[in-house]
């Protein structure tokens, strides 16, 4: 049972102090009630939005199982962790397309261009803040020791995933994008071995393929880095590391500034346990690109 003081706690710090209280409660959880936790984790609007006599339709159980789920999570009843629910999604940005119109009515373009660089500054802000040099060196550790690194990025987090493979592809081989061209994500994550590491990088509203991760990395036993927007990610039973980065932007679609730099800083601390070898491997593809005319102009030193 949750100590007393943790429904206060949870209610001043919102719903990631929710999603904490409810990962450490899953294991110790009745089945049924596993379920309904799993999708208070999976669905956190729905919390905000249905009764819950909806909500336990969905998930096929009864209303008075959501009831004793609410008190084995150290709340009052359901109605005060639905509080916590609802207050996240009022304090939530709005969906992108209520948010492209609000921008197209807006006056004043270069007044944007500069909010949106504030923004990403401090989303950086925000990322250096929330990530401990130590906890970036950790999940690099992780991925240098591997093998093999699966990247598992879709929809817009697909551009921080493939930066990072470009880069890391630069001082290492056997870099996986799953689900890229030419290959089956269900293919991909059945190769998937315990030796292995998968870096997933996710934000609300999470691609539906997060839970076919979810379900490889812990058949697998394979390591799990997150990148994500929260500690409270579908992910983050199985993660042994999670990076937090933010979204919040002035336009109508959420910056992946913040994501871009933590995998740029991520890739950065690998190659500093990669060694020589992954010098000298820079070295020569760069070298290759310039004798190729990838590169139009000529290198420092050359003739």
Request: charged share 20%; with cysteine.
């Amino acid at each position: 049972m949750p100590p007393r003081g943790a429904h206060e706690a949870m209610t001043a710090q919102g719903i990631d102090a929710a999603g904490a209280r409810i990962l450490a409660e899953l294991p110790a959880l009745a089945p049924q009630l596993a379920e309904g936790a799993r999708f208070l984790l999976d669905h956190p609007e729905a919390v905000a939005t249905s009764s819950m006599r909806e909500i336990a339709g969905r998930i096929g159980v009864a209303p008075a199982t959501l009831l004793r789920l609410a008190r084995a999570l150290g709340f009052t009843d359901w109605s005060s962790m639905r509080d916590v629910y609802v207050a996240d999604f009022r304090a939530s940005s709005p969906l992108y397309a209520e948010r492209a119109d609000a921008l197209v009515r807006r006056e004043g373009g270069t007044a944007l261009a500069k909010d949106m660089l504030h923004a990403q500054q401090a989303g950086i802000g925000h990322v250096l803040a929330a990530n401990p040099a130590e906890a970036i060196e950790e999940a690099a550790r992780m991925l240098a020791a591997a093998p093999r690194i699966f990247v598992a990025a879709f929809l817009s987090c697909r551009a921080p995933g493939t930066a990072f493979a470009y880069i890391c592809r630069l001082f290492r081989s056997n870099i996986v994008m799953l689900g890229g061209e030419g290959s089956s994500l269900a293919a991909d994550l059945a190769a998937i071995g315990p030796d292995d590491a998968v870096l997933a990088i996710n934000f609300r509203p999470y691609a539906r393929e997060i839970h076919a991760i979810a379900e490889a990395v812990r058949r697998s036993g394979a390591t799990l880095v997150s990148i994500a927007d929260s500690r409270a990610t579908p992910l983050a039973a199985q993660a042994r590391s999670i990076l937090l980065f933010g979204t919040e932007s002035p336009s109508f679609f959420p910056s992946i500034t913040p994501a871009m730099a933590l995998v740029e800083s991520l890739a950065a601390a690998m190659l500093a346990h990669a060694g020589d070898a992954a010098a000298a491997r820079i070295g020569a593809i760069e070298q290759a690109l310039y004798d190729s005319g990838a590169y139009a102009a000529t290198p420092r030193g050359g003739s």
